[in-house]
């Protein structure tokens, strides 16, 4: 079946402006995670969704990041006022029941 | 609290060689335990899980690991090496409490000479 999706691959933006990342998780997976990878780092959770409950926003690094998850499905993260720190990948993931993690491509994101 | 380690940061092995990635765990109770491989410029695939049960478990592509609970260990190991396992592994466990997060060691890189 269709894994993890993530759009865009790829995302040149110049510092200051907003952008979203899109996270499509496999049908009938309830958890989702975003996840941030800098080059040659480990993972760094920022947020994770499951069910109807209020997300764990945890990992957030300021209030410039954000998520939502609609309909129990797809998933947005966005950053406003991008800066250059923020270049890196985005990882997300989903879980059938939380714990055991999918994760998709990945959104590398540069910020010029 | 609870966390992974990976203690290194790097190994190279030769191709056919045998491999073992060691991961060690602070977690007061049974853990889920995790490895995950990311090939270069890719997301991360799931190779194995323990959740309970059999200490030995075997996963996709050759790999296997096992629980050892009295030295907090879950190391990876595969038999014979191929050039294409040339990757990062990263260790995970799943945290307490109702979060169902993964705690994440800082991962392995590893390479393989031909």
């Known amino acids: 079946g269709a894994g993890v999706s993530q759009s865009p691959s790829n995302k040149v933006t110049e510092k200051g402006k907003d952008v979203e990342l899109r996270c499509d998780p496999i049908?009938?997976?309830?958890?989702l995670y975003w996840y941030r990878q800098s080059l040659g780092q480990g993972l760094e959770f920022l947020i994770y969704?499951?069910?109807?409950?209020?997300?764990?926003k945890s990992g957030l690094p300021s209030d410039r990041f954000s998520a939502e998850r609609t309909g129990g499905s797809v998933s947005t993260l966005t950053i406003q006022r991008t800066q250059q720190e923020d270049s890196a990948v985005y990882l997300c993931?989903?879980?059938?029941?939380?714990?055991?993690?999918?994760f998709g491509p990945g959104t590398r994101l540069t910020v010029t | 609290a609870q966390s992974v380690t990976q203690p290194d940061i790097h190994i190279t092995v030769s191709e056919g060689a045998s491999l073992e990635l060691r991961c060690n765990y602070s977690?007061?109770?049974?853990?889920?335990l995790f490895w995950y491989v990311q090939s270069p410029g890719q997301g991360l695939q799931l190779l194995l899980k323990?959740?309970?049960?059999d200490t030995l478990v075997q996963g996709i592509k050759g790999f296997e690991a096992e629980f050892k609970r009295s030295q907090s260990s879950f190391n990876l190991r595969k038999p014979s090496v191929h050039w294409s396992d040339a990757a990062e592994y990263f260790c995970?466990?799943?945290?307490?409490?109702?979060?169902?997060?993964?705690?994440w060691g800082l991962g392995t890189s590893l390479g393989v000479n031909p």
């Open positions: 995970a466990v799943g945290a307490t409490g109702n979060n169902r997060k993964l705690i």
């Open positions: 977690y007061g109770a049974t853990p889920y």
């Open positions: 323990y959740f309970s049960g």
């Open positions: 049908s009938g997976h309830t958890a």
């Open positions: 969704f499951q069910g109807n409950s209020a997300p764990d």
């Open positions: 993931a989903s879980s059938p029941r939380g714990y055991e993690q999918y």
